[in-house]
Nanobody
Framework: QAQLVESGGGSVPAGGSLRLSCAAS????????MAWFRQAPGKEREFVAA????????YYADSVKGRFFISGDNGKNMVYMVMNTLKPEDTALYYC?????????????????WGQGTQVTVSS
């Protein structure tokens, strides 16, 4: 059974940085697309970034391109996301998600495996 556990969330002022981590178990890490989604109160869950092949291929939502960077460590079954120049609109619960390759999906419905989420709060 696949299990994803996120960590690294917190509260930062606008312009600050955070690094989120996701520990994956129960799946063959390098045969999965690993992704980050976020959900703010009253809004739908939205795609943020995805990585395949341990970070060999990366994809980003336009709203975070150039500020957020996703990477993976196949040996540790870990995926990370560094978030720079954070804005108040980045405030949300951030989720790690996984789906088998070769598909790289940008909709939440495309991912069968989810973590519990880690809260990111950016103050203005």
């Amino acid at each position: 059974q696949a299990q994803l556990v996120e960590s690294g969330g917190g509260s930062v002022p606008a312009g600050g940085s955070l690094r989120l981590s996701c520990a994956a178990s129960g799946l063959t890490f390098d045969t999965y697309t690993m992704a980050w989604f976020r959900q703010a109160p009253g809004k739908e869950r939205e795609f943020v970034a995805a990585s395949t092949r341990g970070g060999g291929n990366t994809y980003y939502a336009d709203s975070v391109k150039g500020r957020f960077f996703i990477s993976g460590d196949n040996g540790k079954n870990m995926v990370y996301m560094v978030m720079n120049t954070l804005k108040p609109e980045d405030t949300a619960l951030y989720y790690c998600a996984a789906r088998p390759l070769p598909v790289m999906a940008t909709t939440a419905q495309g991912y069968p495996h989810w973590g519990q989420g880690t809260q990111v709060t950016v103050s203005s």
